[in-house]
């Protein structure tokens, strides 16, 4: 899936353009940058939620899901209806693979219980399981670390590397810099002209760290 010239503004004011970038398959790559640089608003063109000012995208005929920031349901839904909302998109369902998220996120014990009842965090790992359970090859997930202790983000780790091996391809926006050095092949730095692109090991240093992140100095 390719992407040339892309800008975009909210009422005139512009988030980004002229970006260019390719989402690798079968790879994961992050999306780094500040606040506000607009990281959503670029899933959100890339997902088809968002109209680009400018530019355009081509997909190729691969499905592709979009997990936002923050999640919310207004109304009573258990965690088990949230769920197979998202199980019953699959033409063929797959039962071992079903057992195997909500045994990975540990989300047995709060099936029959209200979404919106639940942690942050716990919402959190259903939400995950919601995207993970998606028959989409492509997943987008803007910031799928919040809310989530330590325990779960090493989970979620397990899971993005397990569904990388069957062969899905990842877009992730992140602000933990050591998380996306474990599971990233190629980093994106968002900035209001350019998308910088290229792979973990070359762009994760701490000079275009601090270039690109804002911050004066690093430790990696
Ligand atoms: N619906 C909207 N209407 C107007 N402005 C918006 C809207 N959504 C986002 N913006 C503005 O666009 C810019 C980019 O926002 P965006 O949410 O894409 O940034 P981000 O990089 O995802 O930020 P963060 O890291 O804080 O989540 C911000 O200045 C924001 O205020």
């Given at each position: 899936m390719k992407f040339s010239n892309l800008s975009a503004n909210y009422k005139n004011i512009?988030?980004?353009?002229?970006l260019n970038g390719e989402i690798k398959q079968n790879q994961v790559t992050t999306l780094l940058g500040p606040n506000g640089s607009g990281k959503t608003t670029l899933m959100l063109i890339l997902a088809d939620l968002k109209k680009p000012q400018i530019g355009n995208v081509i997909y190729k005929e691969q499905s592709l899901f979009y997990l936002a920031q923050k999640n919310q349901v207004f109304d009573y839904i258990t965690v088990e209806q949230l769920l197979e909302i998202a199980i019953l998109r699959n033409k063929n369902r797959n039962l071992k693979f079903e057992e195997t998220i909500m045994s990975i996120l540990e989300l047995k014990e709060l099936l029959?219980?209200?979404?919106?009842?639940?942690s942050g965090g716990q919402q959190q790992r259903v939400w995950l399981a919601y995207a993970f359970l998606q028959p989409a090859k492509i997943l987008l997930l803007d910031?799928?670390?919040?809310?989530?202790?330590v325990k779960y983000q090493q989970i979620f780790y397990r899971l993005l590397m397990q569904e990388k091996k069957r062969g899905r391809t990842f877009l992730i926006s992140l602000h933990d810099i050591n998380f996306a050095k474990r599971c990233s092949d190629n980093i994106w730095y968002l900035t209001p002209t350019v998308l910088v692109t290229g792979n973990t090991d070359t762009l994760l240093t701490k000079d275009l760290i601090c270039r690109y992140l804002e911050v004066e100095d690093y430790l990696i």
């Open positions: 512009s988030v980004f353009h002229g029959s219980k209200d979404l919106n009842n639940l910031e799928p670390l919040t809310y989530l202790d």
